[in-house]
Structures are given as C-alpha cells and as structure tokens.
C-alpha cells in the first residue's frame, strides 16, 4: 500500500536515510565540480581543456555504465553503492593534496576525472535502479522527483558555498570537504536495510547485456525519447562546462560569479523537483517531455546572447528548471516501463545515453568554442535542441 501525503516516499525509513545522506554529499560533489572547473579553467586559460576534462569524467560512463548496469542486477545494489561511495573520496583527496603542495597540472586533474568516471559506471545505475526497491512501484515518481529536489538543491547550495571557499579559503578546501561529505552517504548506505534484488539465473554478460539492449529497441515509445536524450546530452548539456568562461570573460565576475551562474541553474533545478513532487504524478509524460525540451532549447538561445549578467542569471533558473522537468520526468517514465529484473540495465542504457555521450559532447563543445567563440558555440547548441525538441514534438503529436 502507497504511503498518503504529499512526500510519500520519505515515509519509507531506508529512502529517508539514502534521502538525507544525498543531501549532504551531493553539496560535496558540486562543491568539487566548480572548483574543479576553476582550476581547468585558471590553469590553462582555455575553453578546450574545460571540455577535454569533462569528456575524461564521463568517456568512462560511454565506456563502462552497460557492464555498471549488468551489475547492479547481479549485485546487491546497496553493497554496490557502499562501494562506490568509498572508492569516490579518493580524487577528492589526491586534487586537494596536489593544488596545496603546488605540484597540481591539467593532466593530474584529467586523469583523476577519468578515475572518479569509472567508479560512477557502476555508481548511477545501481543508485538509480535501488529507488525503486526502497518505495515501491507506487512512491517512485515522488522519490525520483524528491531526489532530484536532493540533488539540484545541492546544485543550488554547492556552487555559491564553493565560490566564496575559492575566494577567501582556497580551492584545496572545495575538495577536502567533498572527501569528508562521503562519510554521510556511507553511514546512511549502512544502516539501510534494503539491499537490492538480484537476477536469480544470470545467463553470461553477453546475454544479460543483449537481452536489456533488445527490450529498449523494442520499445518505440521509450526509444524515441532516448535519441532526444542522446541529442540533449551532446549539443545541449556542454553549456555548463563553459561557464566559467562566461563567468570569467563575458560578465567579469571571477569564481563568485562563476559559483552564482551554477547556482542559479541549481535553483531553478530544485523549483523544478519540488513541483513535481508536490504533483505527485504526471500522467501525459511524453507531451511534458516535449513541453520542457522546448522550453529548454529556447531559453539557452536567449542565454547566449545575454551580456548581462543578472539577465543571465534568471534565464538560467529557468533552464535549470527545464532540464529537471525533462531529465526527472523521463527517468520515471523508463523505470515504470521495465521490468524489475531489467531496471538496472534499463538505468545503464539511459545513464549511456544520458552521461555516456557527454565527453562527445564537451569534446565538441570545446573545439567549437575555440575556434568560433564560446558564444557562437552555445547559440548553435541550442538551435539543435530546438530541432529536435520540434521533430519530437511533431512525432508525439501524430502519434495521438
């Protein structure tokens, strides 16, 4: 039986645990994301090496999150994550001893990005998948949209917290404190009593791999959305990696500024998850999808031709609310399509699409922007979006 209220799933004891850990290691990691794309970004100058650091964290994703999916079907997801969650201090640690003993260069914080990509492989599909084995079928939307509250309430605190620690504390400190941010994730992990279902006859690697592969193909309606995800994630998504260079040449404001236009997509973020999960449910899913990709296309278009700054920054609460309204709304309605002993392999094929695609994506992205400017760059991200956003919209419609 579905718990009553408006936040069903916090009255499960095992979400409520995982729920408010998240909250405190997740300001962590978006403390350690600006302050690392500071660091890229006060090392070299250049918008091409903010995008071929972010293409390190998540070429691993393309490479390694189908296998962290067959994973978390063949593992106890919690044991997994507990796992994952250790093995995620350590690049926090190495940057903030690297920076402190001034020995820190480009390539030490690529390759530490490489490393922390590969531990979140196997992380986000098994966090993704164990959602559901904490609420139920019943509370899962409201748990989705209450951990993506989590999340992008993160994104809104993180960033502004990491940019007065730059200023006044140092960039060292951004990552020590994401180090100790771990232990709450993990002492909440260990208390939860929920360790996640696992396949009973798995048939080889291979087969458990072809046989999530199929289902997805099988699905046009799931399908479809994932080559918007997949677009989203190459042309739209790379924006973010190159805000420090809005930050730091086009508005003037250094890491402060930096920290508020992150924070500001974070704001929006989290107005986003706290809507639906007042909501509850949304039952047009596909036209909702439709509605924030456009919403999304469009207010990147205008963000890229904003020189003001304060401008800039209610455009991108209202993206930040767009991506939330899209990313949150999809993966509800993929997890509920599966089932169960495919919702990890589920997870890893849109966590593939979603993340996988995103070193393509911020390698471009950084190309580009060298070469034509970082204007330019995001002007014609933004007009693929709408592209496609339109063409699924047009699909979506003819299909009703």
Known sequence: MTPAGRFPALQYRDFRLFWFGQIISLSGTWMQSVAQGWLVYSLTKSPFYLGMVAAAGSLPILLFTLFGGIAADRFRKRNLLLMTQALSIIPAIFLGILIDIKLIAVWHVAALAAFLGIVNAFDVP????????????????????????????????????????????????????????????????????????????????????????????????????????AIFSLAGMPFITLLPVFAGEIFRKGPEGFGFLVGATGAGALTAALLLAFRGDIKEKSRFISFSALCFSILLFVFSFSTNFYLSVVILVFIGWALVSFFATMNSFIQLAVPDNLRGRAMSVYTFVFLGTAPIGNSLMGILADSIGTVRAVTIASVICLIAAISFSMKISRDK
């Open 126 to 229: 098994a966090r993704q998948s164990f959602i559901i084995e904490m609420v139920g079928k019943g509370s899962l939307t409201n748990a989705i949209a209450l951990n993506s509250a989590a999340f992008h309430g993160a994104r809104m605190t993180g960033p502004v917290i990491a940019g007065m620690a730059i200023a006044h504390l140092g960039l060292s400190a951004c990552f020590y404190l994401n180090a100790i941010s771990f232990i709450a994730v993990i002492i909440a992990l260990s208390k939860i009593k929920a360790k996640g279902e696992t396949i009973e006859n798995p048939n080889g690697i291979i087969k458990d791999f072809i046989e999530g592969i199929q289902y997805f193909k099988s699905k046009s309606e799931i399908y479809r959305s994932i080559i918007l995800l």
